[in-house]
């Protein structure tokens, strides 16, 4: 009876805990409903800042939306644009990625952002293909944004989901955020020296899969459950 009354009680712990995961950090937009992909493809011809290629920007004419690309202006900022950007020991992106944008944040400053708001309509599901320097210009940060520019949910990408290719060319992996409800108004990515391209996010609700985070919160919930439920029928013998 103790017993089932401690499981009990761990059992809201776990229950708690698992319910914080309704958003998910993925590794892959396989499962999106109708997605839509950005490439910035028309930007190909720029270089670094220059005239019409720094933000703000809508970059999502090429296919029917209007996804306003904003973010810290400067050569310490971000573009779309065309050109070698090197990431240390994950290689480096040139212009056969044709298109991507370029978060320079070599100097290690805060508060460096690329943001893309979705101005068509919210979203539930996005992400990028991307990379980043793993020692240099600090932690790449992905983040959700809501309607009124709250986050919704914000990851440490170099924490959570490391990128490592070694020397790679144009080399990088998918990372996004998928949602249970259609709230995501935009997409930021904060600090770090980041490289994106293919923008992908989908206005259909789908049914969210487990990935490595939400998996991992499920595996510490279900030991903190068994470790109290444990504790609490030795601490009664």
């Known amino acids: 009876m103790n017993m089932l009354r401690a499981f009990s009680g761990s059992a809201l712990i776990i229950a708690f805990w698992v319910g914080l995961s309704q958003a998910t950090l993925i590794t892959s937009s396989a499962g999106f409903q109708n997605p839509i992909v950005i490439d910035v493809s028309q930007y190909s011809?720029?270089?670094?800042?220059?005239?019409?290629?720094?933000?703000p920007l809508n970059v999502g004419g090429l296919v029917g939306e209007v996804v306003n690309f904003a973010g810290t202006p400067g050569f310490l900022g971000v573009s779309a644009y065309n050109a070698v950007f090197g990431l240390e020991s994950n290689g480096f992106w040139d212009n056969a990625?044709?298109?991507?944008?370029?978060?320079?944040?070599?100097?290690?400053?805060?508060?460096?952002f690329a943001r893309f708001t979705f101005a068509a309509g919210l979203v539930?599901?996005?992400?990028?293909?991307?990379?980043?320097?793993?020692?240099t210009g600090g932690s790449p940060i992905?983040?959700?944004l809501d309607s009124n520019g709250n986050v919704l949910e914000q990851y440490n990408l170099s924490l959570l989901a490391p990128i490592v290719t070694?020397?790679?060319l144009n080399q990088g992996a998918f990372?996004?955020?998928?949602?249970?409800?259609?709230?995501?108004?935009?997409?930021e990515f904060v600090d770090g020296f980041q490289v994106l391209d293919n923008l992908t996010f989908s206005h259909s609700l789908a049914a969210t899969v487990s990935e490595p985070s939400s998996l991992f919160l499920t595996f510490i919930?279900?030991?903190?459950?068994?470790?109290?439920?444990?504790?609490?029928?030795?601490?009664?013998?």
């Open 45 to 55: 011809g720029c270089s670094f800042g220059s005239q019409g290629c720094s933000p």
């Open 97 to 112: 990625r044709n298109g991507f944008v370029g978060i320079n944040n070599g100097q290690g400053a805060t508060g460096i």
């Open 124 to 135: 539930n599901a996005v992400g990028t293909f991307e990379n980043y320097s793993p020692t």
């Open 142 to 144: 992905m983040r959700a």
């Open 166 to 168: 070694p020397n790679g």
């Open 175 to 187: 990372r996004g955020i998928v949602r249970s409800t259609r709230d995501i108004a935009a997409l």
């Open 221 to 237: 919930g279900l030991a903190i459950l068994f470790f109290c439920a444990f504790k609490q029928s030795c601490s009664l013998n």
